[in-house]
């Protein structure tokens, strides 16, 4: 359900060898309600059963909080060590509207929000990961953290978590209550990825509380974070002439955010066209041939109409490429933009830099002589015997195996055997007959070798 536009542009002939592509990426463009009424009203039962057994165990108190409004930061970080500069953009805020359908109204009196025919006006903010959503949610790389500290009052795992459509399934989420009596809800959350802590725990701020998924009633990763005061009622943390006049984040974003989520080099262009759930094929890489094709590419959030994104080539030796300059023209809440080139020669170490409202991103990539080990090794691999009976045998394979993953898919598409490190001998006696597609994963790189397998 996620739609995408393609732009193709030719960009004028100072760039010889280059040319872009890319354009904006939609999330949730027929607007799934993140959550029944009917679910909502359950949650909310169970949360009071929840907060009443907690008050029991003397784990939560009776009495209504005077402390001053608890304040946020923001719920969703980028893992440790992954290669992204951000891997978050909003799609939508909490609707100020009561009246619907087609009647809306967020904090800034603007439109990122909305409400269905049915009377479902959008209640939390809905942060998607942007750029390779699914790549994201395999890789664990979009983090929730609790926006402040509190009280785990219920927390509900083990649901299917890549749903893409509207559905009836329950969502993963947790529930914290904070000193002020406020609640925050985090759902969506991928399956098996929640905190290892359980109600009545203690959380503090910016501790771990899962990964961002597709729980529930949704169209594709992200979290919905939704806020209730000690009352009981809806709040909309965002300040704004159609909100309050009060904001609960520490550091209130603006309502656009101009950012560089992430650049990469691929050797393909890089494409969102894949059918909900795949995961996305990044073809990231930083190992190119001398004069081979190499994809530089910036994925954007809150890309805005009249401002302009520059770029910059940089050789070996330290001296400018090419340099270029991008005008964006429309306004996306994501983008990407791309140019393609297949005339850089010189071996070594090239930037790619991109730069954006005061940002600058840097990229390293290799001009190689010979392509690397990794991607060498996995050209390597063979099989044998296939067909096979029982048992099958990795030939050619002896570098670091943690580097690698396998998985077997059926003629399904489902996946039936996945491990992370492996021996060179499997054993698949659990398969029963069949044809199979046996994938052998680089993780570092993202690349991959498939093989198609017949058991007998
Ligand atoms: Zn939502």
Redesign the pocket.
Known sequence: MIKKHFLLILLVPVLCFSQAGGGAYTFNPDNI???SKEAKAQIKIELQKSINDLIQKGKLSQKKSAAAAQKFSWPVKTKDNADFTDVWAIS?YVDHNKNFPDKVEDYNCGSRTYDTNSGYN?????MYTWPFTWYQFENNIAEVIAAAPGTIIHKHDGEFDMSCDFNNNQWNAIYIKHSDGSIAWY??LKKGSLTSKNKGDVVTEGEFLGVVGSSGNSTGP?L?F?VYDKNNNLIDPFKGECSSNISLWKEQPNYYEPHINAIFTHNVAPSFNQSCPEIEVTNITDQFLPNSKIFTASYYKDQLSGTTANYKLIRPNGSVFSRWNFDFSDTYTSSYWYWEWNNLANLGIWTFESSYQGQTVRKKFKIVSVLGIENHELNKITIAPNPFESSLKLIGFDLNKDNYKMSIFNNLGQEVFSATTFSDELDLQFLSKGMYILKITDKKNNRYKSFTLLKR
């Open positions: 309600p993140c959550i939508n959008h209640q939390g903010t809905d759902g969506h992200h919905h939704e």
